[in-house]
């Protein structure tokens, strides 16, 4: 049952002003006319925050987008702004190069933004977000968190703040969850069965976002469109499982049409206001409506072939621990057809997690199976898989345990500790079967799931499996902390945390209710569904913050290791 008093949302309008007010204070840092070379994955970012004439009106002339060849600008200054990747650097000192070979004097400057790397370089960048967050909307009553990267990201935030003036601004977010991408792998492996989450997969939402073919749009052009509450179709199916989407626009269709229907019957002072008020609102849902139809025509035509409904009936086996071999010839079968090279992977994941690792003669031949039908350039693709303990082999306990103590002969106390946490780290295990009786994540099927009517979190799977970083979120939250968690925090290596941040909210005010949710390392549009209804059941309001909105695909794309 949804609660009604969710409260509403502090004004998010100030970080974008913030944004563009700190991007012009670099840009002016370089006087006079200037161009300004950008890379192309960070247009869109630039474009939610400043548009070109505000660029214009701070000395911009003109607008590149990074390309490592020869440069046409006739400027004799120039800005970059790029990520810090070494090829865009090296394509810089090219310039500059060509330049000095000339005898050309420019002025050059570089603007770094954070680099969506696997180290933890952008820790600190993730930490002066969270400072700013602090800053701005009030210091928050409680900070939750699990995960390596959370407890440095959160020590680094404790220290900024320690060393900050601590003013008696009123809180407006309550509580922060922080939480590591590897502390639920399971999740962006599944297959996306939300309306938002299926646009994602199938036609990459990008900041927020997207661009509909032909195919959509029912013409030769295409159609760039802004996915947010302002088009109300979207706002009203973004949450939503695919089974419910079309039902929902055909009622829509007709209620847009009866509205037209008013028409019929007006006298001129009636014609007059219904075209002044009504009209304009009405053909931009028609279009908004048209389009959303569209995206749904050609999710359907992707997503209800034969073949990945036997994908989703074996993900769901995998989830709940069911016919494991039928499954692993079912990948078998899907490699050697060579369907999907990154659904194979996928699944290959996802068994590995599931099943805390491989048997050794499974890895051998479905790894040998996966390289003969891919390539061989796919041995780094493995190696990247194995370190982030996607994709591993079943090791016996009782092999490290000798091991680790043979070298703890070998060296002292203390260093023996950090030689034991490497081990657990080499050793990496999901144990997802255990954290999933623990945590009540695969509901019993003893009944029909009705998705029309959700009842828990699970309909974003269609009932199959409830996400391990949203149950997470739900039991602390319940706890006010991790107490009667120790043996699912044991499971997930540790590193949690709970403190009072010192908010001087009132106990039942509205920023109590309000939650931001920190993900380090991506999370997923089914994730943010899940905590949408979680936050009406129990009347939150969820902030989701995120260092990426990722997928299967974007996940598996960064670890391929053929990738440029």
Known sequence: MARRDTPGLPDFSLLKRLARDQLVYL???????KDLF???????????????????????????????????????????????????????CDVVNADKAVGRFRRYKIIFTPQRAGDQRWLRTVGGALHLLHSVYGPFSKLYGIGSCSQMTYEWWREQVEQGEQGARPAEIGSVFLIDRDVDFVTPLCSQVVYEGLLDDIFRIKCGCVEFGPDVTSSDRSVKVMLNSQDKVFNEIRNEHFSNVFG????????????????????????????????????????????????????MKKKTKQDFQELLQREHCLLEGFEIRESISFIEEHINRQISMMESLRMLCLLSITENGLLPKDYRSLKTQYLQSYGFDHLLT??????????????????????????????????????TDAFSSLARRSHFRALSRKLNLVPKSDEEYDLRVPKDMAYIFSGAYVPLSCRLIEQVLERDGWA?????????????????????????????????????GGCTFSEISALRFLGRAKGYKFIVVTTAVTNSSRLLEALLGNHA
């Open 27 to 33: 840009l002016e840092q370089l006087p006079g006319k």
């Open 38 to 92: 950008i890379e192309s994955d960070l247009m869109s970012p630039l474009d939610r925050i400043a548009n070109m004439s505000t660029l214009k009106q701070h000395d911009i002339v003109k607008l590149y987008k990074v390309e490592y060849k020869a440069t046409v600008s006739l400027s004799d200054q120039l800005c970059f702004l790029i990520r810090p990747r070494i090829q865009t650097v090296k394509w810089i």
């Open 248 to 299: 929902f626009l055909s009622q829509k269709a007709r209620n847009l049409q009866t509205a037209y229907d008013k028409r019929q019957g007006m006298d001129i002072k009636q014609m007059k206001t219904f075209v002044s008020e009504e009209l304009k609102g009405l053909k931009q849902e028609h279009r908004l409506l048209s389009l959303h139809i569209g995206a749904s025509e050609s999710i």
């Open 382 to 419: 493995f190696s990247n898989l194995r370190q982030l303990g996607l994709l591993v082999e079943q090791q016996g306990a009782e092999t490290l345990t000798v091991m680790e103590s043979k070298v703890g002969k070998l060296v002292n106390d203390k260093t023996a500790g950090k030689i």
């Open 484 to 520: 009667g968690l120790e043996d699912v925090t044991r499971l997930l290596n540790g590193h949690e945390f709970a403190v009072t941040g010192g908010s001087r909210a009132e106990p039942n005010s509205d920023a109590q209710r309000l939650v931001l949710v920190l993900f380090l």
